[in-house]
């Protein structure tokens, strides 16, 4: 069946960098864009970023560009978020998720945490 | 930017009552790209509906969808004890693709 795994969440201090995983099995995962979403706590779904199955198109939210890149290795089913100059305000889940070309996000992993400590 | 508001914040019903969602836009959502997601405790969103009015896969046939342009409506025709959660609207007709703040359906 299709899941998704993320890691890589943790602890960071307020200007720091991390790198987010995703882990892709039971699909064709260079057919498919792929998506982060966050949720902050209390807050709504934030969409952050998707890229192509051939890594041709991207789009990035205006809150992350500039410090967040989005990248995948077809070859090892993953994706992959580099989250730079972070802010309190990334404190979030991080979700990643598969994405149909319309823009609805299906499945999801179970989520990542990252905590930006003020 | 779509805004997307959810009425009402929160929906007390019991089990085997009828719920009806809205999700109202700020401008039109082009091509009707409207999905509707449940989102339980400690969980991850699933995805319900999309393209306003389609199932997906899986879903029961007591969840449907409803809308076109800035007004749509999810709606769960009997509830079962599984449906309590919060249901998210989200738009991907315009970028960036966004969210509402969610209705939570609980048991009254």
């Known amino acids: 069946q299709v899941q998704l795994v993320e890691s890589g969440g943790g602890l960071v201090k307020p200007g720091g960098s991390l790198r987010l995983s995703c882990a892709a099995s039971g699909f064709t995962f260079s057919d498919y864009y792929m998506t982060w979403i966050r949720q902050a706590p209390g807050k709504r779904l934030e969409w952050i970023s998707y890229l192509s199955g051939s890594s041709t198109s991207t789009n990035y939210a205006d809150s992350v560009k500039g410090r967040f890149t989005i990248s995948r290795d077809n070859a090892k089913n993953s994706l992959y978020l580099q989250l730079n100059s972070l802010r309190v305000e990334d404190t979030a889940v991080y979700y990643c998720?598969?994405?149909?070309?319309?823009?609805?996000?299906?499945?999801w992993g179970q989520g990542t945490l990252v905590t930006v400590p003020s | 930017e779509i805004v997307l508001t959810q009425s009402p914040g929160t929906l007390s019903l019991s089990p085997g009552e009828r719920a009806t969602l809205s999700c109202r836009a700020s401008q039109s959502v082009s091509g009707n790209y409207l999905a509707w997601y449940q989102q339980k405790p400690d969980q991850a969103p699933r995805l319900l509906i999309y393209?306003?009015?389609s199932r997906a896969t899986g879903i029961p046939d007591r969840f449907s969808g409803s809308g076109s342009g800035t007004d749509f409506t999810l709606t769960i025709s009997r509830l079962e004890p599984e449906d309590f959660a919060v249901y998210y609207c989200q738009q991907s007709g315009t970028s960036p693709f966004t969210f509402g703040p969610g209705t939570k359906v609980d048991i009254k």
């Open positions: 393209g306003a009015s």
């Open positions: 998720a598969r994405m149909a070309e319309s823009g609805w996000f299906d499945p």
